[in-house]
Structure formats: structure tokens, C-alpha cells
């Protein structure tokens, strides 16, 4: 009996890790990164990063003001290691309020170690590729945080 409450608990986890590790794909592709984000699984359905919801005032390089999003692996782990799947996306908007860019970060595993493993890039607001990969200036930034990842 023991062994058989030992397995269910153990497929248990397993159907739960499997659930969490499938909810954001891990890519190095900022275009599949945007469909994912955009269509697959869009941001905007997951509401505003918990603390700061809503437009809230930004700090360069990200704008006068953001709003701040995150799936929920990245939501669960705050304040700790983020896990692989992590996605957490910034809309950087003018003084005026227009979106000027999408920022996001995405914690892929063996992408870039020596950081993080975080997989950055930013985008116009229709979704077109600006920069991506090992982003110096973010990298830069990031690694003044490092302790909570």
C-alpha cells in the first residue's frame, strides 16, 4: 500500500512539473519568443507583475513609464531564482503614453550561464525584432540584481 501512495504522489509531482515546465517553451528566437507571447500564450491574459500593477513610472533604458507582466512560473518564484520557462515581459512607454517598445526577458537553461541563462529582447510594438540575445546594456543592468536572479 505504502508503495502504491508512493507512486501516485511521485506521478503527482511529475504531472505538476511537467504542466509547469511545458506552460512558457524555452526558445532562443526572438520571433518564436513574440508568437509565443503574442499569440500562443499572451502576455497580456497573465495581468501586471504582482505589486506593481498598471502604468507605473519607469527608469532608463525602459521609459518614461512601464507596465510590467510575468507567467506564472516567474510569478511563483519572486523574490528567488527565477526557473526555466520564466518570462517577463516590460511595455516601455514615451512621456505621452504611447508604447515605444516591448522588453522581455526569458530564462532559458545553458543560454548564457555566466548571466543568468536569461535570453533578452526588445521589440517595436508590432512585434519586430530590435535586438535580442546577450544584450550588454541589459546584462549590465541585471547583474546589479543578481542575487534574486
Not at 512560473?73 to 526555466?84: L, S
Request: include cysteine; charge should be positive.
Amino acid at each position: 500500500m505504502k508503495w502504491i501512495l508512493l507512486a501516485l504522489i511521485a506521478t503527482g509531482f511529475a504531472i505538476i512539473y511537467g504542466c509547469a515546465e511545458k506552460e512558457q517553451p524555452q526558445t532562443t528566437s526572438a520571433a518564436d519568443l513574440w508568437k509565443i507571447i503574442s499569440q500562443e500564450k499572451p502576455y497580456k491574459q497573465r495581468g501586471s507583475w504582482p505589486g506593481v500593477e498598471g502604468l507605473m513610472e519607469g527608469k532608463a533604458p525602459h521609459g518614461k513609464f512601464i507596465r510590467t507582466y510575468a507567467n506564472d512560473i516567474a510569478v511563483k518564484a519572486k523574490g528567488a531564482r527565477y526557473p526555466y520557462g520564466s518570462t517577463i515581459v516590460k511595455e516601455n512607454y514615451m512621456p505621452d503614453t504611447t508604447l515605444a517598445k516591448i522588453t522581455v526577458m526569458h530564462k532559458v537553461k545553458g543560454f548564457n550561464p555566466e548571466a543568468g541563462d536569461w535570453f533578452w529582447v526588445i521589440y517595436s510594438p508590432d512585434g519586430t525584432v530590435e535586438m535580442e540575445g546577450n544584450m550588454k546594456t541589459c546584462i549590465a543592468c541585471h547583474s546589479l540584481r543578481e542575487a534574486n536572479d
